[in-house]
């Protein structure tokens, strides 16, 4: 079993077009990301330099005894300045006394986001970068979101300075998630439109295929929508109507050859009446007789067949018990074990004949019919089974043509034409189903009649 996104259009669309967005997305946050944080980098480094650059330079100007107030001027929450008397040469010692500083700040950062700070080292700003008195370094500190710098004072001691902002987010905004989710959902929306626009004509056109090999008569569909779903409506309602005419032709001419073998069938018959030899006369007049049968069903079957009746709702169970019973009355041994009622849309006068026709068979036959159903999800089956003889294997698809007769029933002469088997296997595949035979052990025939049930 697929699962639902993936068997339906609107679900395998919008599956596509929700990874299309996301793909995009993602693709967007490698290429504008990366641009957007290193913008973000140099801008706080620059400002981090040029902040640095004035306090040393204000230090150099004002007399020693002002520098504490100068510096707590200067520090901010997450740019913090000292005096020490040793340059910084090892980081690891310039980092403890970054962080005491930072906590120090009116809202320290949490210790655990400040990690050991490993693998950096100072390095030389340029006169370009640094424009403070004298020589100054860097440090990078990608774990703490920051830098350090270091510098010689006129004095002679050193000024250090930590710019720290950890946890800072590194993520999009809150909002870009939401007008994310806010296209993403519109997309849905739009997908799932335009792909139930397009779908509706497909199930439509399911329907009435579905209706057409059941023998339904459907209205032509309607020929509109996308260049490509149209021209299937076209070409199915072209289909339907050329079925349409190629069966009446077939059945007309059906039609009119039996009736027009009427007249010299019987013209014939005239005359063998007159045959002198009274053998010869009875062999031809029996088999004249045959012959009007013959042209007489096959009238019968044509016409029948040129006005197909109209499809109705019915409950199946009910017309096979019905049946039953009525053959039961004409003297006919006739058992039906019954089912569960079960509305099924066919042409029960049609239906009915083609299970008197087995029924007929079974009686005929095997001299008495029992008749019961089976219920399977997609289909029914209804069995007329007998006691009979049976019919050899390789028979028992030939029976279904017409005209065709055991060797074994001309002999017992029991009457009928071959025609039988045939006509109800044409009902029964115009209702979409169709009938098989099998021999029962240890003797008999089973026919079963399958219909699906949509
Ligand atoms: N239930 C059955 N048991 C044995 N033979 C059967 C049975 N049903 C049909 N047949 C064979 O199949 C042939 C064709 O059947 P059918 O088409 O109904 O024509 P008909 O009954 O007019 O002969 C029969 O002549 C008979 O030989
Ligand atoms: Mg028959």
């Known amino acids: ?63 020693p005894n002002l520098h504490p107030g100068i510096l707590n001027a200067a ?6 300045y000292w005096l020490g008397e040793k340059p910084a040469n090892d980081p690891i010692e310039w980092e403890k006394a970054a962080r005491e500083s930072l906590m120090e700040s009116s809202r320290p950062p949490r210790l655990e986001d400040l990690p050991v700070i490993e693998g ?23 774990d703490w ?28 905004p809150g909002s870009y998630y939401v007008s994310m989710v806010i296209t993403a959902v519109a997309i849905c929306f739009v997908t799932a439109l335009v792909a139930r626009r397009v779908g509706r004509p497909l199930g439509r056109l399911s329907d009435a295929a579905e209706k057409l090999g059941r023998g339904e008569e459907t209205p032509p569909l309607p020929e509109e929508g996308a260049d490509d779903v149209r021209r299937t409506a076209v070409a199915f309602n072209r289909m339907q ?19 027009d073998l009427r007249t010299p069938i019987t013209s014939l018959r ?33 016409r029948e067949d040129a006005v197909l009746e109209a499809t109705r709702n019915v409950d199946v169970m009910a017309l096979l018990e019905s049946l039953c019973e009525d053959l039961s009355q004409l003297g006919w041994e006739v058992r039906f074990t019954g089912g569960e009622a079960l509305a099924w ?14 029924i ?69 595949r115009n209702h979409g189903g169709d009938i098989s035979l099998q021999n029962r052990s240890p003797k008999g025939l089973r026919a079963t009649i399958r219909l699906p049930l949509d």
Not at 75 to 80: C, I, K, Y
């Open 360 to 428: 007929e068979n079974a009686v005929r036959y095997g001299g008495a019919a029992a008749v019961s159903s089976e219920r399977g999800s997609s289909e029914l089956k209804i069995h007329i089974d007998d006691e009979g003889p049976g019919i050899p294997a390789a028979e028992q698809e030939k029976v279904f043509i017409p005209f065709v007769r055991l060797e074994s029933s001309r002999n017992r002469s029991t009457g009928g034409t071959g025609l039988g088997l045939a006509i109800a296997r044409t009902i029964v």
């Open 1 to 63: 079993m697929k699962r639902f996104w993936m068997r339906s259009l609107t679900g395998q669309w919008v599956t596509l077009v929700l990874l299309a967005l996301a793909v995009s997305q993602l693709l967007f946050f490698a290429i504008y990301r990366g641009d957007q944080m290193r913008t973000v980098f140099l801008l706080r480094r620059d400002e981090f330099l040029s902040r640095a650059a004035s306090v040393s330079r204000l230090l150099d100007s004002a007399e």
């Open 270 to 302: 005239l005359q063998a009446e007159f045959v002198s030899d009274a053998e010869t006369r009875d062999k031809l007049v029996t088999t004249l007789d045959e012959m009007k049968e013959i042209t007489e069903a096959s009238l019968a079957f044509a």
């Open 345 to 358: 849309r066919c042409r029960p006068d049609s239906l009915r004949r083609a299970l008197r026709n087995l």
């Open 75 to 80: 520090n901010t929450v997450a740019v913090r």
């Open 120 to 142: 950096v080292k100072w390095e030389e700003l340029t006169t370009e970068e640094w424009k403070g008195e004298s020589q100054a370094h860097l440090l990078h500190l990608p």
């Open 145 to 172: 979101n920051g830098f350090g710098l270091t510098t010689k004072t006129k004095e002679g001691s050193w000024l250090h300075a930590v710019y720290a902002k950890p946890g800072a987010p590194v993520g999009p």
């Open 241 to 259: 109507s050329r079925l349409k005419l190629y069966v009446e032709d077939r059945t007309r001419m059906m039609a009119a050859i039996s009736h």
